[in-house]
């Protein structure tokens, strides 16, 4: 066997093994970005469910506070003889309204990061998938290139196997 017969089967195995561990590899990769894409998204669900439990049990705290507001303030005008007409009565109602908007603002501002964070779950599962499909391409890519890298140390072979050999002195 001459040298060249010898380098045109290195080359067709080099090639043939180089693919092979380049496809591995890209698959391993995708695999890799869709675990990390769903672990984000479950994360970032998670999240959200937390941000919404924590705006609503501080929402029942405020309630709570607002409640006792409203009954001090009445407390006070009782105890200095204020009857709760006219225009005492419409001050508790405003400060019962302001005291309110605080609380739908705690959800307002929840429920709009709660959206946020579901939106990012989303986004990675769709990352996710963009890995896998240029992934996809990438190995077809790779494959592509090793099977014209193999025919091409294919055809070294077979000029190598076709020129005529030196006689042997």
């Given amino acids: 066997m001459s040298f060249g017969t010898i380098a045109a089967g290195v080359a067709i195995a080099s090639a043939v093994g180089g693919t092979y561990m380049s496809v591995q590899g890209q698959r391993a990769a995708a695999k890799g970005a869709q675990m990390s894409a769903e672990w984000n998204a ?54 019962a309204d302001r005291l309110q908007k605080d609380v739908d603002d705690l959800w307002a501002n929840a429920s709009t990061r709660s959206e946020q964070l579901r939106g990012q779950a989303q986004m990675s599962l769709w990352e996710g998938e963009q890995a896998q499909t240029a992934s996809k391409y990438a190995i077809y890519g790779t494959i592509a290139g090793g099977l014209a890298k193999t025919a091409s140390a294919g055809m070294d072979l077979k000029k190598s196997l076709n020129t005529p050999k030196p006689p042997v002195v």
Avoid: S, W
């Fill in 42 to 95: 479950d994360q970032a669900r998670k999240q959200a469910k937390f941000e919404e439990e924590t705006a609503q049990e501080n929402m029942r705290r405020k309630r709570e506070n607002n409640k006792r507001a409203i009954a001090r303030e009445r407390a006070l005008g009782a105890r200095g003889g204020v009857k709760e007409t006219g225009a005492v009565a419409d001050m508790l109602v405003d400060k």
